[in-house]
Each structure stands twice: as C-alpha cells, then as structure tokens.
C-alpha cells in the first residue's frame, strides 16, 4: 500500500530550541492532517491542511502543505517540556483514506 | 466535548483466549476504526466501518474481526489471541463532511502471554 516517510524518527532537543519535522509521500495528497500523542493516550489533532501551499498555526506550532502536495513539514518554535511526544502525520489520498506516518518521537534533554 | 471511550486502559490475556475490546462514541459519528500501534511502525489501520452492520479490511486484518451494531459501537475482536497480538489499539470515530479529522480514544494495551 501507499507509505509516507516521516522523519526525524525521533529527536533529542533542549527547551526552547525550534524543532521541525516532515513527512513525503510518492503519491499526491489531498490533505495533510498533523497529530500529537502524549505518553499513554490516543492522538490528537493539531492542524489540518487542505490546500497546497497552506501554512497554518497553532500557538508555536506551524505546519504547510506543500505545493508539490506530496510531502508537509510541522515546526515547533522555542519546545517547552509539554511538547514532548510523539507527532504523526497522515494525507488522505484520492479513496478518502487516511495514510499514517511512523512518527517522530520528540524527548527533551533534562 | 467529543468523547471516544475504550473499554479496558491496560489487558493480560493468554494465548489463545478469545479477547474483544470495545470503543464507544458520543459524537453520532458515521465512520469508526481500529488501529494497532506498534514502536517505528505508526498507526496501523486493522478494521473501519462506514455504518451499522458495514465493515472493511484495513491494511492488518489477519488475525481479527470486528463487529458494530449500533452506531456508537465499534468492537475488536481476536479469536484466539496469539503473542504476536501484544500491542496498544486505538479506536477512532470520524463523522461525514469534508473534514478527514479523526477523533481517538485513550488505547488499550494488550499484552498477551
């Protein structure tokens, strides 16, 4: 089946560093959908793109979707403790189904 | 508020015992999926159902089957837990319209020796 790449798999960062992550796809995506999922609960929606070249935010949290609408990135500015988890990114392709990626597992160094 | 409720947070069972995991929704949603969620792997998609009494495979079927007869019901079940079942499942309910934003619940982490 389809597959996105989502990468960094995981990442190590001080407080207030800025942090990015995207995902590719070799298929087209209609929407890009980006999800937090803290220590021990389900996922849970961040942002929501529709549009190729939309740039949206969240508070610190901004995400695009990219013109070639294969591939979206998720940036976190000045990470505070709460952001750590693990962040997944998913497109809906043109059945309407949502393709997930791995995730990116983001700790903060003490 | 939107609510997806999982019957059991944590669960032990054994090999080979029959093991059904329930998830409940509050929010009228058509659509409800269950997905296993493995480290490195994301979320993989085992069942969904687009309405009462309506199923279809996901990407990791083997193994399990599903059943809804009410709409704010979606329940897992495997027939004959093996060890290689151990995992957290999540189920997700999405509801019509243009917006593909699924909503989970808490998961529930199966271990089976």
């Known amino acids: 089946g389809q597959q996105l790449n989502q990468s960094p798999q995981s990442m190590f960062i001080q407080e207030g560093e800025d942090v990015s992550m995207n995902c590719t796809s070799s298929s087209i995506f209609n929407t890009w959908l980006w999800y937090k999922q803290d220590p021990g609960e389900g996922p849970v929606l961040l942002i929501a793109l529709y549009k190729a070249g939309e740039l949206t935010s969240n508070g610190r949290l901004t995400a695009q979707f990219g013109i070639t609408r294969k591939d979206s990135f998720l940036n976190i500015s000045a990470s505070i403790p709460s952001d750590v988890g693990i962040y997944f990114c998913?497109?809906?392709?043109?059945?309407?189904?949502?393709?997930w990626g791995a995730g990116t597992k983001l700790i903060i160094k003490p | 508020d939107v609510k997806v409720t999982q019957s059991s947070r944590y669960l032990v069972k054994r090999t080979g015992e029959k093991v059904f995991l329930e998830c409940v929704q509050d929010?009228?949603?058509?659509?409800m999926f269950w997905y296993r969620q493995d480290p490195g792997l994301g979320l993989r998609l085992i069942y969904f159902?687009?309405?009462?009494?309506?199923?279809e495979k996901g990407d990791i079927p083997e193994g399990y089957s599903v059943s809804r007869e009410k709409k704010e019901r979606f329940s897992l079940i495997l027939e004959s837990a093996s060890t290689n079942q151990t995992s957290m499942y999540l189920c997700?309910?999405?509801?019509?319209?243009?917006?593909?934003?699924?909503?989970f619940g808490p998961g529930t982490r199966l271990t089976v020796t």
């Open positions: 997700a309910s999405r509801g019509t319209g243009s917006s593909y934003e699924q909503y």
């Open positions: 159902s687009y309405d009462v009494k309506m199923k």
């Open positions: 998913a497109g809906r392709d043109s059945n309407y189904q949502l393709i």
């Open positions: 929010m009228d949603h058509e659509n």
